[in-house]
Nanobody, 118 residues
Framework: QVHLVESGGGLVQAGGSLRLSCAAS????????MAWYRQAPGKQRDLVAH???????NYADSAKGRFTISRDNAKSTLSLQMNALKPEDTAVYFC????????????WGQGTQVTVSS
């Protein structure tokens, strides 16, 4: 079992920045992939960015050039630095991890609200 707690959301004006953090606890040594997803009202949950255990990253087109995902394996934390924020970035942001023990498992945080005002 892995428990995830996000922090860092809030209200920011367009063009501003926010840094989201996700702290993992529990069976952290089983964590492989880590990612941020977001869900706007009335829309599906979409991938923002992911990072593998070796540090390889992948970004949604909407996040490229503005967002940076990073992880600290020693501290079991995941971060998302968001710059040049736009009103369309408004959503609940979720931390996600995939773990491997004897099988793959997926875990989600509770989400943190990001609101970008125009």
């Amino acid at each position: 079992q892995v428990h995830l707690v996000e922090s860092g959301g809030g209200l920011v004006q367009a063009g501003g920045s926010l840094r989201l953090s996700c702290a993992a606890s529990g069976n952290i040594f089983s964590i492989t992939l880590m990612a941020w997803y977001r869900q706007a009202p009335g829309k599906q949950r979409d991938l923002v960015a992911h990072i593998t255990a070796s540090g390889t990253t992948n970004y949604a087109d909407s996040a490229k050039g503005r967002f940076t995902i990073s992880r600290d394996n020693a501290k079991s934390t995941l971060s998302l630095q968001m710059n040049a924020l736009k009103p369309e970035d408004t959503a609940v942001y979720f931390c996600y991890v995939r773990t491997w023990t004897s099988r793959w498992s997926d875990y989600w945080g509770q989400g943190t609200q990001v609101t970008v005002s125009s």
